[in-house]
């Protein structure tokens, strides 16, 4: 079916309202300003960087701030207006003829954003097609409609900039709720209410060691070990064994001051080389730091290793349920709970802590690592520059307030219960950002089809302007 256009429109090539040039690469670039010189663009300054690069090339290719820049080649389709100054190899500058507009013309490329996609070509290196400017057909209305668009355009895009810088405060937003939560969780705020009601006994740095010691028995006996070598945790003294924390602040009677020692009675890292690899369905998952995040373990990218390794990657350590894996090397300080029963080994950026139940558990831990105060901790505990690591001695020395365990799983409740909000929040942010990254093209289809501002018998007819700027065109050529 044929489009109809609208009233007083014309259907043309996208090259028959312009003028084109390509860029061209300077002889040499300075990184200071220098009178006389002119400012090298870049396409970061389409992304309203400043100027960094500047060039006194006198056979460079100038523009000024009524041409539009369009990237030709690599991140194709980012164009701008307002530039003044050189431009580059990989840029086309594009002046509009017959008085049209500047900004309508950058809306017309803006809106064919797809067009610009589907039609390149190049495989590691994407290129606009050559025929672009030829075979790009656009609906032109006459100048004065131009104009109303332009200025009804400038405004929506406004608006839409307004409500996608607000949208993007909300990841933060959602994420200091988060932190903030934790913080209370750990300084026993969020059950501050509920301890009136609730008298729970506390816990005594003596018990704590008691419970360590009864877990190493246990898992000794199970290993046909008849002694275990035990050596009691340390308590936690501000300055002593401690980093990162500047005092230990006042908490709840019934709570207790104790580190990561005191509540796991096993600690264990990985391989400290990297094994060989299998394939999927030769071996074992193998995981390392980048499959974790304080939901759980993405095994979707994992990597595999033989059985054999396997098998002797876990004698450390075996993963199992109500374990917690930490991350100790690159991004360190992550903590997540293992509510899974796969069987796989880990590298040595990552930490298994075995948790001593009758004192902690395991989801309070987890919550209470990732809390402000312990991640922290957890930095001023991680050395090295190039190669960062957290090592195993160090951080059992991470200290958090300890409630109570029928306290901890209230606080672990109420965590949930709060998160479990923000996670429907993020939902909803999620589903409203890509609405709203949609609603550029469907303004502009709609600025395109005549459907924005009203057409005016008195604005003339596009083609009429189309027929000036194709005489003027001819007029160049006779010349040249």
């Known amino acids: 079916m044929e489009e109809v256009l609208p009233k007083n429109w014309v259907e043309t090539e996208l090259g028959n309202i312009l003028s084109a040039r390509k860029g061209k690469k300077p002889l040499a ?4 300003i220098i009178e006389g010189y002119l400012p090298y663009i870049l396409i970061e300054q389409l992304e309203g960087k400043p100027y960094r690069l500047f060039t006194n090339d006198e056979k460079v290719v100038r523009i000024d701030k009524n041409e539009v820049i369009l990237v030709w080649d690599g991140s194709i389709g980012k164009c701008g207006s307002g530039f003044c100054g050189a431009l580059g190899s990989t840029f086309v500058a594009m002046n509009p003829l017959g008085g049209i507009p500047t900004k309508f013309l950058e809306y017309i490329i803006i809106s064919k954003q797809n067009y610009i996609k589907e039609t390149s ?3 590691g290196l994407q290129h606009i097609n050559k025929n672009f400017f030829k075979e790009c057909l656009i609906n032109l209305p006459p100048l004065a409609e131009q104009e109303r668009i332009v200025a009804k355009l400038d405004k929506l895009f406004a608006q839409h900039e307004t409500i996608k810088k607000a949208l993007d405060r909300i990841p933060q937003l959602l994420k200091d709720f988060r932190q903030q939560v934790l913080t209370q969780a750990v300084t026993g705020k969020l059950t501050e209410e509920w301890r009136k009601t609730n008298k729970p006994n506390t816990y005594s740095f003596e018990e704590l060691n008691k419970y360590r010691e009864e877990v190493k028995k246990i898992y000794a006996s199970k290993n046909g070990k008849s002694k275990v070598v035990y050596k009691k945790s340390s308590e936690v003294k501000l300055g002593e064994n401690t980093k990162g924390i500047e005092y230990l602040y006042k908490i709840p009677d019934s709570w207790l001051w104790t580190n990561l020692d005191q509540v796991t009675w096993n600690i264990s890292d ?3 080389f990297s094994p060989k690899y299998v394939a999927e369905n030769e071996g074992k998952r193998f995981i390392s730091m980048r499959n974790v995040n304080v939901n759980g373990v993405d095994f979707s990218d994992c990597k595999y290793v033989s059985v054999e390794d396997h098998n002797q990657f876990v004698k450390r350590g075996k993963p199992e349920i109500g374990d917690l894996l930490y991350t100790k090397g690159g991004s360190t300080g992550i903590a997540c709970v293992l509510d899974t029963d796969v069987d796989f080994s880990y590298w040595v950026h990552l930490a298994l802590l075995k948790v001593v139940k009758k004192s902690v558990n395991s989801i309070f831990l987890r919550n209470a690592l990732n809390s402000p105060m312990c991640y922290k901790q957890s930095q001023a505990f991680t050395h090295g520059v190039g190669n960062q690591d957290l090592g195993l001695t160090r951080m059992i020395y991470i200290a958090f307030p300890l409630p109570p365990l029928k306290e901890q799983q209230e ?9 479990a909000k923000a996670d429907k929040i ?5 589903a409203l950002k890509a609405k709203v990254a949609t609603l550029p093209q469907a303004i502009l289809h709609k600025a395109f089809e005549g459907e924005l501002v009203p057409q005016l018998p008195t604005d003339g007819h596009a083609k009429d302007l189309l027929a000036e700027i194709m ?9 040249k």
């Open 270 to 272: 990985g391989p400290h």
């Open 471 to 479: 005489a003027l065109k001819n007029e160049v050529k006779k010349k």
């Open 121 to 123: 070509t190049g495989v």
């Open 426 to 430: 993020e939902a909803k942010y999620k």
């Open 29 to 32: 670039l300075v990184e200071e």
């Open 411 to 419: 606080i672990v409740n109420r965590v949930e219960s709060l998160f």
